[in-house]
């Protein structure tokens, strides 16, 4: 049975007693009813959640006034209505679980309602059933009052087992690897929950809703703390015989840099992730400078520092010898690049082009673009999921 939520607070991520959020007492009110608040309090009553586009300048609150084409931002994202009114709406909640940012969006039959951001590491602190308390209390706090929590889509960096609902990666995500993660969440929630690789979910909200919307043949790629490639074939995901997602970050493109922990030597995810990046830029930079200033710092002097030059040119010709591959394999019409290192996709897409370039008989004709999702794709592409999965027909 769908979650039906009354109430403006999730449960005390700090709490670890197990059980059902239904089954939580907040005060003597009576929890049949839903509380009735106007769009205020209802913000005020899920702190450190942000509505979707609030951060918007005047211009953009004032056209969400105007009519339905005039509720979406830059890239065509809808936003959340300014008040629903009385009617309950079905929401779904997609989580993209990084492995160093986990993003959480609301969606409801109008679009994203609101979004939340945490570092993996500060969602991953504590026991396994603190843990888990944090994630659904996160996932909880999203839906508005009143509003009915229809179900859930976590998309994860891989191997992901869909079957049995379990991460395979300490790795990468150590503290929600071989855990029965949807079996878990359905328990504490008692909404169904369904768990997908992260890229198929990127590619999935840049098909429906992004830089790779109605491609027949799609690429999504995505440079984050590793490399996470989707192909789409008419909007599905291409998968292996047993449904196992295709893991081409670990696609051997070097030698001589040692293994990779899949246990391959020279990955492209070795190489050609954010990461990868962040630690080619940090030689030439202050020891001081924060990881997440890494890059944006470099890119604002990359004009003066020759070196700094040097290192996005090298990142971008590795990006596109994995790319290359990849073209070679799916011939895919687009390929679409997410995560945060494609936003500097201007500083590294010439040595990135020259890297895939073939003669005209073996030249694959992909338009290559940045994710109009930006960061929030795989969060946005989870919810779609969950919706095409549990939403009432």
């Not at 020891?287 to 890119?299: G, N, T, W």
Request: net charge positive; charged share 20%.
């Amino acid at each position: 049975m769908p979650l039906r939520i009354g109430h403006g607070r999730g449960p005390d991520p700090s709490s670890t007693r197990a059980g059902s959020i239904q089954d939580r007492q907040h005060g003597r009110r009576d929890r049949t009813a839903p509380l009735r608040r106007s769009g205020t309090d209802r913000r005020a009553a899920t702190s450190g959640l942000q509505p979707y586009g609030a951060c918007h300048d005047r211009r953009a609150a004032s056209q969400r006034q105007s009519g339905p084409a005039s509720r979406l931002r830059a890239g065509g994202i809808p936003l959340r209505p300014e008040d629903h009114g009385a009617a309950v709406r079905d929401v779904f909640v997609g989580v993209d679980l990084g492995g160093t940012g986990s993003r959480f969006v609301a969606r409801g039959p109008q679009g994203v309602i609101r979004t939340s951001v945490l570092k993996t590491a500060e969602l991953g602190a504590g026991s396994r059933e603190t843990r888990l308390e944090r994630l659904v209390g996160t996932i909880h706090r999203l839906v508005p009052l009143g509003d009915t929590l229809a179900g859930i889509g976590i998309g994860a960096t891989g191997p992901v087992d869909r079957g049995a609902g379990v991460i395979h990666n300490f790795d990468t995500l150590p503290k929600f690897s071989e855990i029965r993660l949807v079996a878990e969440v359905e328990t504490r929630l008692k909404v169904p929950v369904i768990i997908e690789n992260d890229a198929v979910v990127a590619a999935i909200g840049e098909h429906r809703l992004g830089a790779g919307e109605g491609a027949s043949r799609m690429l999504m790629v995505t440079l984050g703390t590793g490399i996470g490639a989707a192909f789409l074939v008419n909007g599905e995901p291409f998968r292996g015989p047993n449904g196992m997602h295709p893991e081409t970050g670990h696609i051997p493109i070097v030698s001589g840099i040692g293994r990779c922990y899949c246990g391959a030597e020279g990955c492209w995810e070795q190489v050609a992730s954010r990461s990868a990046l962040q630690a080619m830029l940090r030689q030439h930079l202050p020891s001081d400078v924060p990881a997440k200033e890494v890059i944006p710092l470099a890119a604002a002097s990359v004009g003066r520092n020759p070196f700094i030059r040097e290192a996005f040119d090298t990142y971008g010709s590795l990006v596109g010898r994995g790319l290359s591959i990849l073209h070679t394999h799916y011939l895919p019409s687009v390929t679409v690049l997410g995560g945060s290192a494609a936003a500097y996709l201007h500083l590294f897409e010439e040595k990135l082009h020259r890297a895939i370039e073939r003669t005209p008989a073996f030249a694959v004709a992909s338009a290559i673009h940045v994710a109009r999702l930006g960061d929030e794709a795989g969060a946005i592409g989870a919810a779609l999921v969950a919706q095409d999965q549990f939403a009432k027909r």
